[in-house]
């Protein structure tokens, strides 16, 4: 993106904090903009404008008092409809959960956001129980790409990619159990962090695989995610630099399937850091398996109860997948779980040579929504299933990836993971700056944003 | 590959085992699923490993 961005989070929170503007108007604005330009996207499940400005008036009140209101200042933010928030069902995308008990108090990451300033002001859209590389939900509808309005978003969190790229709100959440942030990321042209795993608390975020969950952030820019980032872990991401820094350009089954665009595309970011060695993730198409039958073995007990006494409430998509994995038995439950051991210390020693490895976020732009397939070995299978082809074996390990999005102006986004070592979100931090200054990535602004008018 | 009526079968048994009913309407989503995961299980279970290789969730009392 040229210039600043007068709708990042930073420019909104320094505005707020400057008297510049008010944290009630800049809701405000943003409800009404939702209300006018969300309903043919459908990113949003719920709006919540009571909320929202109680919330905003408590952010000007600190500030008419002198009190520091904290770095996201007024900055309106979303969250898929998993997070708990306080007095409301949390739906998980699933009809069968609209009567659940209201939650008693907000998810741990609304908490830190609202603790740093932020205003949330509403729910999103997802896959049902976040199981699915789509966001189409038989229950709550499609959730439309704001680059191109006949492709999927991508899923699960879909509707947080959606409300991001459409400029809707400049920040929301997600979560990414086997790459429902970065799949949507990619797709929508936006930055999608899924940090080291176990490194952002979880709580309130209705469960899916307990071995693989994370909550993350969605935002526009390197600045937007680091400040949401830290507002989120409660501390500020360490300054590192960029130069010199090793790189490695994953092969193999991270180049199969892979558009020609994608790879000179991440052949762009290898030559910016002076060129990247070609290696190898070992066996990553068994890690793709594990992480695949460890989410199914998991999401399948999960919701075992629920099957067993009303299977038919819940999205034929998602009940037939959560049914077969209920029943994958415990000697393929227990290989995945020793293999993932092994994967792990086979990656880790990757970072002996390595700082930062590059590989593609899903294989090509978003699929369009009328075929719902992409491209695997020459055959079309399902997109819902397997966008997550170069993200899952990367959740097996539990390494933190940014993905990032590849500058593309009046193109549709494609994205490339950026993965470090486990804890090392600052080195993805000091990558994607540089890498974004350069002009290699960045968010590049929807063409069809007439949404309104269709 | 077993006959189809063979992994119809053992579908309702190992649903039976779990005391999970299944609609008819279910089945043909089951099967389709549950041969996507055997093709993954065929994969993973064909990797040796050393006994010593422990499961990842750790448990700390």
């Known amino acids: ?454 | 590959m077993p006959e189809h009526s063979t992994i119809r079968d053992h579908i309702l048994a190992q649903a039976a085992a779990l005391d999970l009913p299944l609609d008819e309407a279910c089945l043909p989503g089951i099967d389709s699923n549950m041969a996507l995961l055997g093709a993954f299980a065929d994969l993973l279970h064909a990797f040796p490993l050393p006994p010593e290789r422990e499961p990842a969730p750790e448990y700390r009392p």
């Not at chain 1, 306080?86 to 739906?91: L, N, R």
């Not at chain 1, 990619?186 to 608390?201: E, I, K, N």
């Open chain 1, 1 to 454: 993106m040229s210039g600043p961005d007068s709708r990042s989070a930073a420019a909104i929170a320094a505005d707020v904090r400057a008297g510049r503007t008010s944290a009630e108007q800049v809701a405000r604005d943003a409800l009404a903009d939702i209300a006018r330009r969300d309903p043919p996207l459908n990113a949003f499940t719920r709006l919540l404008p009571e909320r929202a400005l109680a919330d905003a008036r408590a952010v000007d009140a600190k500030i008419a008092r002198g009190i520091d209101p904290g770095p996201l200042a007024g900055v309106p933010f979303a969250v898929k409809d998993l997070f708990d928030v306080a007095g409301i069902p949390t739906t998980a995308g699933a009809a069968l959960r609209r009567d659940a008990s209201p939650a008693a108090r907000d998810a741990d990451a609304i908490t830190s956001l609202n603790e740093a300033g932020g205003v949330l002001v509403g729910t999103l859209n997802m896959d049902e129980f976040a199981y699915g590389f789509a966001t189409d939900n038989a229950h709550f509808g499609l959730t439309r790409n704001p680059h191109d309005p006949d492709r999927i978003a991508g899923g699960s969190s879909g509707g947080s990619a959606a409300a991001v790229a459409a400029g809707l709100v400049p920040l929301s959440l997600g979560s990414d159990t086997n790459g429902s942030i970065r799949v949507p990321a990619a797709l929508c042209g936006l930055y999608g962090l899924r940090a080291t795993q176990g490194g952002l608390s979880r709580r309130g975020a209705f469960p899916f695989a307990a071995s693989f969950d994370m909550v993350g952030p969605f935002a526009r820019s390197v600045a937007d995610m680091r400040l949401i980032f830290d507002a989120l872990a409660g501390c500020r991401s360490a300054d590192v630099p960029a130069e010199g820094l090793r790189v490695g350009r994953l092969e193999g089954w991270f180049r199969r399937n892979a558009s020609e665009e994608l790879l000179a595309g991440i052949d762009r970011i290898a030559d910016h850091f002076g060129g990247a060695v070609p290696v190898e993730l070992p066996e990553a198409e068994r890690a793709r398996a594990a992480a695949f039958l460890i989410t199914a073995a998991e999401g399948g007990n999960l919701h075992l109860p629920d099957l067993r006494s009303r299977a038919m409430a819940y999205d034929p998509a998602t009940r037939d997948r959560l049914l077969a994995g209920a029943m994958l038995p415990a000697a393929t439950y227990i290989q995945a779980q020793r293999f993932r051991g092994w994967a792990r210390d086979a990656a880790l020693a990757l970072f002996d040579r390595f700082d930062l490895l590059v590989a593609p976020g899903c294989p090509g732009p978003a699929p369009r929504i009328a075929s719902a397939t992409i491209m695997v070995e020459g055959k079309p299978v399902s997109a819902r299933a397997n966008l997550g082809l170069y993200t899952q074996p990367l959740t097996l390990i539990g390494l933190p990836v940014l993905s990032v999005p590849l500058a593309r102006p009046g193109e549709l986004p494609l994205g490339v993971q950026l993965i470090a070592a486990p804890g090392r979100e600052d080195l993805l931090f000091a990558a994607a700056a540089a890498l974004e200054e350069a002009g290699i990535i960045g968010f590049s602004e929807p063409v069809e944003m007439e949404l309104s008018s269709r």
